[in-house]
């Protein structure tokens, strides 16, 4: 055994007394040392924390991209509500100048901000309205069955100098069909109730105004056209609905007009 030690090889009692006294086996590539342990948690532990700081990230991007996804639905939908209203900006001019029925028609231009003219830049509307003391017209304009129209144009008659009336006209909704809106079928007026609001009323109907009138006992007459081809006949049906509402802004009478535009075309002058 004493030459065993001093060759500097080890006895199995040596080895288990010597080698293992600190619980570490001397040169053993197989031992997990504490060293190596505290490492191997550490690795681990920054792995965890690196995943978990991306998840944190991932997160806050789809957070980003939701929150903009927001933005960019509500400019969108501003833009549409802004383009609409120019579209109707007519229709909004006619109202203010309403608002000044009984006042003279130059106070009633500055309040609505909009100049009338005398007569009209087109002249088939020259040739149906012989009479109005001032007009205001669309810049745009559109064909109706070969005739050039403005998209819009507003009627003001007067009392004297104080303005009486203001009738506007939309013409641009007879453009696709002269005859008005195509529909499937009939619309029944009677479906709308009485004391029903201009915004009910329509969103019944759905159907946007051709003429518009306010008069000077602040009721306002309003003016739809629609069509549809009649099943049994196989004709074209034209129908004038005419509804009027009162100061308080309630529908107080909704009727309805069968029209023959086309027997009238057809109608010998004669007759």
């Not at 080890?10 to 086996?25: C, K, Q, R, V, W």
């Amino acid at each position: 055994m004493a030459g065993k030690d001093q060759t500097g090889e080890l006895s199995m009692e040596n080895y288990f007394n010597e080698g293992l006294a600190d619980n570490t086996e001397p040169n053993n590539p197989f031992e997990i040392t504490e060293q190596a342990q505290q490492k191997k948690r550490k690795g681990s532990s920054g792995k965890s924390g690196k995943s978990a700081r991306s998840s944190k990230t991932s997160k806050g991007k789809r957070i980003l991209i939701a929150i903009a996804a927001v933005l960019v639905l509500a400019a969108g939908l501003s833009l549409f509500l802004f383009i609409r209203k120019l579209h109707n900006d007519g229709a909004r001019y006619a109202r203010k100048l309403a608002e000044k029925i009984g006042s003279p028609l130059t106070t009633a231009q500055k309040a609505a901000d909009i100049t009338t003219k005398t007569t009209s830049d087109y002249v088939t509307l020259n040739q149906l309205f012989a009479s109005y003391q001032g007009i205001a017209e669309s810049s745009k304009s559109c064909r109706i069955e070969g005739v050039l129209l403005p998209q819009w144009a507003i009627f003001c008659n007067t009392n004297g100098d104080e303005l009486s009336t203001v009738t506007y006209y939309n013409y641009k909704v007879l453009e696709k069909h002269i005859f008005g809106v195509q529909r499937k079928s009939y619309d029944d007026p009677n479906l709308v109730p009485t004391g029903a609001t201009v915004e009910q009323a329509e969103e019944k109907l759905e159907l946007e105004p051709f003429r518009i009138q306010y008069l000077q006992d602040k009721n306002e007459l309003r003016e739809y056209r629609y069509c549809y081809e009649d099943k049994d006949s196989g004709d074209v049906a034209a129908y004038i609905i005419t509804g009027i509402w009162d100061e308080n802004g309630q529908l107080t009478k909704l009727t309805d007009t069968r029209k023959n535009y086309i027997g009238t075309l057809l109608a010998s002058p004669d007759q």
